[in-house]
């Protein structure tokens, strides 16, 4: 799962179940578990649920932008002081945490080597250290999908029916083809896509081999598939396609309100920030329909106990809750988020879900079927740090600032340092 561009400390909590202090204990003797989040988890009716039937506890989430949440989190675990009782990490920064296991509760040591047959195998897998601690309990996976904007594509004169739409780009270069023949009608002011590193994102999680190898080797800069689709992507921005928005920024948020592009690269948690984002003026415009190039994952997060917590027996409790089929599957219908457990796909109640906001697309089977399909890209150390940079790459060429060659070296140069 991915972030919303917002940063909060203690003094500021985004969604509270309970408003208090910091860490320990709250008023009344009651035990206060504090969650550290990025974005929009779809916890927010559950830790209110949580908390009624444990009226000994109370609960605060903090939540941060992407980028910021995981500088902290590490810099509360150098310390030693400031994590949150419970901490989510994506999983491009898990390789780069589950390197120190030391700072967090061994899950398995909690009972966790009774639960892992929940998630999916490798899932269960990417948290584990090498020595075999397990350091965080599974959320969503990601997946992909595209959403697009039905009344956009209609007036440019393309079809807005989702099989049909499908039928445009069974290819990332038909993607790009397809929004040049948008550009020529397409209504003022909008482009094709929202910005050059949201689809590079897309290609990326395709790709057999991501930024490393598996021996923790940075290969990007050797990666024909990458290179392959950052020469596609940058020819796209140059041929006028994206609406230059970097993913998860204030612009972008702005971008959905103001309906600035037509299609953007959809993981499964990415219907929860288009309804937020969007708004319900939006509702029945946007729909779902598969991806170029088929299969694919970006993003899924892990929950975490780091173990200077002052309250660790609860917040495994807690995480064990959240991150359990039932919850899992309740998330998916509130946010979208798709569930890392697999006996759920086959689950009438999640197979046969239509998202309402999304002009009732079938996205229980359209993303369930992705998950079956999907073979999880082995994330390195600083994968997060990788793709952070390869964006930042890209907006260099969306504002001119570099041609696509210049910035694929100079990032390919940063990475290695």
């Known amino acids: 799962m991915r972030p919303k561009a917002l940063a909060i400390g203690c003094a500021a909590l985004a969604t509270a179940v309970v408003l208090s202090g910091c860490s320990g204990t709250a008023s009344g003797g009651k035990t206060k578990l504090t969650i550290g989040l990025f974005g929009n988890f779809g916890y927010a009716e559950l830790l209110k649920e949580y908390a009624s039937t444990h009226p000994d506890i109370e609960i605060q989430d903090r939540t941060a ?24 990490v ?67 004169g393309l079809p807005a ?59 990007v800069g050797d990666n024909k598939e990458i290179k392959a689709g950052w020469d596609l992507v940058a020819d796209g921005v140059q041929s006028g396609l994206s609406s230059k928005l970097l993913y998860s920024t204030p612009v972008w948020n702005t971008g959905f309100k103001q309906g600035q592009f037509a299609t953007v690269t959809c993981p499964a948690w990415q219907m929860a920030k288009i309804k937020d984002q969007a708004g319900p003026e939006a509702a029945g415009k946007w729909d779902v329909t598969s991806v170029p ?30 991150t359990a089929p039932e919850q899992q599957a309740k998330v998916f219908k509130s946010a979208g988020l798709l569930p890392s457990i697999p006996k759920l796909y086959d689950d009438p109640a999640i197979v046969d879900y239509k998202n309402p906001y999304f002009n009732d697309a079938p996205v229980g089977k359209l993303f369930t079927d992705a998950a079956k399909k999907l073979n999880p890209q082995y994330q390195g150390p600083k994968a997060g740090d990788i793709q952070t940079a390869i964006g930042n790459a890209m907006q260099r060429v969306e504002q001119g600032k570099q041609n696509g060659e210049d910035s694929w070296r100079q990032f390919v140069g940063d990475v290695q340092k």
């Open 65 to 88: 932008s992407y980028s910021d949440h995981h500088k902290n989190l590490a810099a509360h675990l150098a310390t030693g002081n400031g994590a949150a009782d419970i901490e989510a």
């Open 293 to 322: 190039g088929g299969g694919g994952n970006w993003g899924g997060s892990y929950l975490t106990v780091p173990k200077a917590g002052k309250n660790v027996d609860k917040a495994v409790e807690l995480a064990a809750w959240l």
């Open 161 to 219: 029916d989702r099989d049909q739409v499908a039928a445009l780009w069974p290819t990332w270069q038909d993607f790009m083809a397809a929004g040049k023949k948008f550009q020529e009608k397409a209504p003022e002011g909008v482009k094709w896509f929202d910005g050059g590193p949201t689809v590079l994102n897309a290609i990326v999680g395709q790709a057999s081999v991501g930024y490393y190898d598996k021996s923790d080797k940075i290969v």
């Open 90 to 156: 994506d999983t491009g920064y898990v390789n780069q945490f589950k390197a120190t296991p030391d700072k967090f509760v061994d899950l398995n040591t909690k009972g966790g080597d009774q639960l892992k047959d929940r998630w999916l195998a490798w899932k269960w897998e990417g948290s584990l250290s090498k020595d075999g601690k397990q350091i965080g309990y599974g959320t969503d996976v990601g997946g992909l999908a595209i959403c697009y904007r039905r009344d956009l594509l209609q007036n440019a």
